[in-house]
């Protein structure tokens, strides 16, 4: 990597047939996930739900977690599900508090299809994939 981006990367998943996934050029980010000091909201008295994705600047960043709408995607903590445009699908992809989630999307490229592909990672391991 040179000045802060992943230039060159493989991510080899052997414990899932040996496939591998090409990942150039790419964009990745991860964060660690903290503990809420409040407990349970306050507006439903269920846990917090932390969500990790990406948005355009259109994405409005209150009242609504990222993939709600057309203008974000993301995996949400609660139930490890994928988020784009208020429908979801499961993403194996549930974590807490403790956990370093990491997304990436590889952009798209002509001899590759065209179609870019967003990667989730928890604790270092890719967990998830999604065409875009």
């Not at 370093?100 to 065209?114: D, E, I």
Request: aromatic letters at 10%.
């Amino acid at each position: 990597a040179t000045d802060g981006r992943l230039m060159q990367a493989v991510l080899g998943a052997a414990s899932e047939g040996g496939r591998m996934l090409s990942l150039l050029p790419l964009r990745y980010y991860e964060v660690t996930v903290a503990g809420c000091p409040g407990g349970a909201r306050l507006d439903t008295h269920r846990d917090w739900c932390v969500a990790v994705g990406l948005s355009t600047r259109a994405f409005p960043l209150l009242r609504k977690q990222p993939g709600w709408d057309r203008f974000s995607c993301a995996v949400h903590s609660d139930d490890g599900r994928f988020f784009f445009s208020n429908s979801s699908r499961n993403a194996r992809m549930s974590f807490a508090a403790g956990d370093t989630v990491g997304c990436g999307l590889r952009l798209g490229l002509a001899p590759l299809g065209g179609r870019p592909l967003l990667f989730f990672t928890r604790n270092g391991r890719l967990v998830s994939y999604e065409c875009c």
